[in-house]
Nanobody, 127 residues
Framework: QVQLAESGGGLVQAGGSLRLSCAASGRALSGYAIGWFRQAPEKEREFVAGISWNMGRTYYADSVKGRFTISRDNAKNTVPLQMNGLKPEDTAVYYC????????????????????WGKGTLVTVSS
């Protein structure tokens, strides 16, 4: 069993930056693919970024490519998401999730296939 907890959300002006963190307890994250997802009010949950466990390969949604960076710190058992150049449309609750299945990092992670989820952290970007 893996427990995930997101942190780092908050209110930021457009163009600003935030660094989210996904911390795990109960088991090491090194054997899991990790994804960041987000859900804006009245919208479906969507994939944001993913990172494989073995090669650290990353994949991003087109909407965040070049602005967001996902990484993993196996020593700290965390997966940060650095978000730069934030836009009002990035406003959402951000969730991290872990998947025990193999992930190549060549495409988006499927939210329905994720094994564990955090409770989310709210990011609000003002214009």
């Amino acid at each position: 069993q893996v427990q995930l907890a997101e942190s780092g959300g908050g209110l930021v002006q457009a163009g600003g930056s935030l660094r989210l963190s996904c911390a795990a307890s109960g088991r090491a994250l090194s054997g899991y693919a990790i994804g960041w997802f987000r859900q804006a009010p009245e919208k479906e949950r969507e994939f944001v970024a993913g990172i494989s466990w073995n090669m650290g390969r990353t994949y991003y949604a087109d909407s965040v490519k070049g602005r967001f960076t996902i990484s993993r710190d196996n020593a700290k058992n965390t997966v940060p998401l650095q978000m730069n150049g934030l836009k009002p449309e990035d406003t959402a609750v951000y969730y991290c999730a872990a998947d025990s299945a193999y992930y190549s990092g060549s495409g988006p992670l499927n939210s329905y296939a994720m094994d564990y989820w955090g409770k989310g952290t709210l990011v609000t970007v003002s214009s």
